[in-house]
């Protein structure tokens, strides 16, 4: 048997951290397992779903390191939809309702007012032909509802039936399908709710391991029914928690709350992004993977808390200045040409900077104070100024090599008397208009003589 996952999202709006981390505990549990990995877009509803979402998703996922094995759409798979249908049907499990939401919602309140759960009470299986050919005639049209298995002879007669099943994440797990109404499977208007189509997806797929937020541990007790109902075995359930903001509150793909474009946008590293999605919420500490291959090692999804993480974008810069300070230049190379640093200078250059930066796009700067100079003149004290001239005076004459900095300070030293701060400070500032970045030590070889002069105050 190959293991076999999907990703199923709505192409309804712009995946974000959230979304990220159901697609990569997936990923990563198909890689550890040598298994297949499916792209499969919930694109049922017409109204809302988008192709310019799914191919932002696919970006995202791409941008993330994630493959899809293959790509599905639901809205190209109706035929099979409908088939199942006929089946549930001539099966007797699959029923038309004919109230509006209107009396739907009465009903509930009536039912709450009297104690009782707030389920639907299947007054659809007592209609007469007469009242369904009145309903009709009225110009109603039905939605369907999937029995769910729940009663020994009378399905108006609910009784407690429990559905277990051994959670990949949370361990045994139980739902009481009495609890529950018949979910609504087919629309008034023809088209689908996300239940059947995806049971029968999975099962057309051969989906054996089914990993999602823990939002749908209800819907999985349905959905096991389903299969069921279907003739299929049932795949592997796993159910992560959340993932919410600092304040508590959920992520949305409408909303666009740290999206993943929105991350990428603020230059932040797909490898930060990555690790803080999986790990967040686990045992796992909580560090920057320098590839999903070594984030697969980490990742364990019964290590995963069953309540939910808040997700502090705080933490992503965190791990994304950890990346930056241990990027070889191999792997920065070709984005920093985009960025117009090149030449026989951007190996050293990169050495020197990347343990300052909090972003890749931020060694632009640094380019730009060693090509010309600071970018704004720093104001010294008469005192500094004159500290600033003696010192220039001084500069070691050309070759110079890796000691130049050392050797220079060195005669600035014997010669003012100055140490430490007041030494190196009035320097740094003259030399890139900061008072703090990359060491002098491996910044003066790049500026070279002429351009060290240069900077003189």
């Known amino acids: 048997m190959t293991v076999t996952v999907r990703f199923a999202p709505s192409p309804t709006g712009r995946i974000h951290i ?65 088939a199942a249908v006929e089946r549930l049907k001539a099966a007797r499990v699959l029923y038309a309702c004919y109230e509006t939401p209107e009396e739907l919602d009465l009903r509930r309140k009536v039912r709450r007012t009297r104690g009782q ?132 509150e959920g992520l949305s793909k409408r909303t666009g709350a740290l999206s993943i474009e929105s991350l990428r946008g603020d230059g932040i590293e797909p490898m930060a992004v990555a690790s803080l999605a999986v790990l967040v919420g686990t045992s796992e500490n909580v560090t920057a993977a320098h590839d999903l291959s070594e984030l697969a090692r980490h990742f364990d999804p019964a290590a995963t808390s069953k309540s939910a993480s808040k997700f502090d974008p705080d933490e992503l810069f965190v791990l994304n200045r950890a990346l930056m300070h241990h990027m070889p230049f191999e792997e920065a190379r070709d984005r920093l040409i985009v960025l117009g640093i090149s030449g026989d200078k951007a190996e050293s250059f990169w050495l020197a900077v990347r343990g ?50 050392k050797d220079w300070t060195g005669k600035i030293r014997e010669a003012t008397g100055r140490k430490g701060k007041p030494l190196f400070m009035p320097l740094r500032l003259a030399l890139t208009g900061r008072s703090s970045g990359p060491e002098l030590a491996d910044l003066l070889p790049l500026m070279g003589r002429e351009g060290t002069l240069a900077r003189r105050p």
């Open 18 to 82: 959230g979304n990220a981390r159901t697609a990569l505990f997936n990923w990563l549990f198909a890689v550890n397992n040598k298994g297949r990995f499916i792209q499969r877009f919930d694109d049922t509803d017409i109204a809302r779903s988008k192709q310019e979402f799914a191919d932002s998703i696919l970006y995202d996922l791409h941008w993330l390191g994630v493959f899809p094995d293959v790509t599905e759409y639901q809205s190209r798979r109706v035929e099979i939809y409908d």
């Open 356 to 405: 300052n930066l909090d972003r890749l796009s931020d060694a632009v700067a640094w380019w730009r104070i060693l090509s010309d100079g600071p970018q704004e003149a720093a104001e010294f004290s008469g005192e500094d100024r004159d500290f600033l001239h003696q010192a220039f005076d001084l500069l070691p004459e050309e070759p110079w090599n890796g000691t130049v900095w």
């Open 117 to 248: 759960p707030p389920v639907y009470g299947r007054e659809a299986l007592t209609l007469t032909p007469e009242q369904v050919a009145e309903y009709e005639s009225d110009g109603r049209r039905p939605h369907w509802r999937f029995l769910l298995p729940n009663f020994t002879s009378d399905p108006l007669q609910p009784e407690r039936t429990e559905v277990h099943w051994n959670d990949l994440v949370r361990g045994e797990e139980t739902v009481d399908l009495a609890s529950l109404s018949d979910p609504v499977l087919l629309r008034e208007d023809g088209t689908y709710l996300y239940t059947l189509p995806s049971v029968v997806d999975d099962i057309e797929m051969g989906v054996t391991h089914v990993i999602r937020g823990d939002d749908h541990v209800t819907n999985t007790g349905v959905q096991i029914a389903l299969f069921q109902a279907l003739g299929a075995e049932p795949p592997v359930f796993g159910h992560h928690n959340l993932l919410t903001t600092v304040s508590g």
